[in-house]
């Protein structure tokens, strides 16, 4: 198998990673010990060196990691209740309506073992323009809903 294969090569382009990406999947199956096993050793570390400086994956949303948590577990959002509140909460957390509280960053990290590092990093919520399209100057929405937007002390007309 090694005869056919080109000498392994540092990794500096996104067409080299593609392929040490599949010269990797051919050596999958190799058998510790072998030619094949050791060059699979050293293309996923060259693989992994590459991937860390150009496919940098930051730590994941507090609210992803959450989800993450309660999927492994096998449990819902109602699971949440003794580490974030009621019902009503727990949907505005999850939505990122409202932001984690310390009290609940505790809790979170004692009931499942998440980082402080992951949980303390601000949510990606909805942008303001994105959640108060077409509101009057009455504040509220053309479905007739109020909104949450603060009193300027001006009449309007």
Known sequence: MTSTLRPIQPIRTEA???????????????????????RLEVLSILVDDYEAKHHD????????????????????????????GSSGRISEVMNKQRPLTLAMIRKLIAK??????VLVRSSEAPSAKEISTNVSP???????HRTNRPKTGVAAV
């Open 57 to 84: 994956i930051g730590p994941p949303d507090p609210i992803a990691a959450i989800q993450f948590a309660l999927e492994q577990r096998g449990l819902t959002r109602k699971d949440l209740g003794d580490v974030i």
């Open 138 to 144: 009455r504040g509220q929405s053309h479905t007739g």
């Open 112 to 117: 499942f073992d998440i980082p402080a590092a």
């Open 16 to 38: 080299d990673y593609e392929s040490a990406l599949r010269e990797i999947d051919l050596c999958l199956d190799a058998d510790e010990g072998s030619p094949e096993f050791e």
